[in-house]
C-alpha cells in the first residue's frame, strides 16, 4: 500500500516514489531512535572456506521482531559485508582521538608536499578524514550487495519496515592466522 502511495504522490514516476519511501524510511528510524532496544540477535557468519568468521549484535525492541526473517535476513546481510569489507567501528563516534589526530597529520602532509594553498590544505584534510570514516565505520560504509547505500541507510530502511528502533551493538571479525 506504501508503493501504492508513493507512486500516486510522485504521478507514476518509479524512481521518484522509490526515493520518497526510502525519505519515508528514514523519518520513521529518526523517530523510533530514542526508544529501547533490549532485546535482539547475536548472530556468527562463517565466510565460504572458513577462513573469515563474524560475530554480530544487532538490538531490536522485541523478540517478535528479532525472530522475524527480515530481521534474521538484515543481521546475516551485515554480518557478510563486515567479513567482505572490514570496517574497524560501528559508527563515527568509537573512533579514539589519537587516529583521528594520526590521520589528519598524514593528510595534511600529503597537502602540504603536494605544494597546496593552505586554504586548500584545510579543504583536503576533511574531505580525506570523511574518507577515512566511510571506509572504517560500519555505519558509513557503501553497502557491498549496493553500493549507492550506506549500512546505515540499510538498517534505516529495515526500521521502516519492521516498525522497530534498531541498532548494531557491536561486531567481531576473525580473519585466519591474524590477531595472534
Known amino acids: 500500500m506504501k508503493c501504492k502511495?508513493?507512486?500516486?504522490?510522485?504521478?507514476?514516476d518509479i524512481?521518484?516514489?522509490?526515493?520518497?519511501?526510502?525519505?519515508?524510511g528514514e523519518a520513521a528510524a529518526a523517530?523510533?531512535?530514542d526508544r529501547a532496544t533490549g532485546e535482539g540477535l547475536v548472530?556468527?557468519?562463517i565466510h565460504t572456506g572458513g577462513k573469515i568468521g563474524v560475530l554480530l549484535e544487532i538490538n531490536?525492541?522485541?523478540?517478535?521482531?528479532?525472530?522475524?526473517?527480515?530481521?534474521?535476513g538484515l543481521v546475516r546481510d551485515i554480518a557478510m559485508h563486515i567479513a567482505a569489507a572490514a570496517p574497524r567501528f560501528v559508527t563515527r563516534?568509537?573512533?579514539?582521538?589519537?587516529?583521528?589526530?594520526?590521520?589528519?597529520?598524514i593528510a595534511r602532509d600529503q597537502a602540504i608536499k603536494?605544494?597546496?594553498?593552505?586554504?586548500?590544505?584545510e579543504k583536503i584534510v576533511t574531505g580525506k578524514m570523511e574518507?577515512?570514516?566511510?571506509?572504517?565505520?560500519?555505519?558509513e560504509q557503501p553497502y557491498v550487495k549496493d553500493p549507492d547505500k550506506s549500512v546505515g541507510d540499510l538498517l534505516n530502511e529495515a526500521v521502516g519496515r519492521i516498525g522497530e528502533n534498531m541498532q548494531i551493538g557491536r561486531f567481531a571479525r576473525f580473519v585466519l592466522g591474524e590477531g595472534k
Open 5 to 12: 502511495t508513493a507512486l500516486a504522490e510522485t504521478n507514476g
Open 15 to 24: 524512481a521518484a516514489a522509490e526515493k520518497l519511501l526510502r525519505k519515508q
Open 31 to 33: 523517530k523510533k531512535a
Open 43 to 45: 548472530s556468527s557468519y
Open 60 to 72: 531490536c525492541e522485541t523478540d517478535f521482531a528479532a525472530r522475524s526473517d527480515d530481521f534474521q
Open 93 to 105: 563516534d568509537e573512533v579514539q582521538e589519537a587516529d583521528l589526530a594520526d590521520e589528519r597529520e
Open 114 to 121: 603536494s605544494g597546496k594553498p593552505e586554504a586548500v590544505v
Open 131 to 139: 574518507k577515512y570514516y566511510s571506509q572504517n565505520c560500519l555505519m
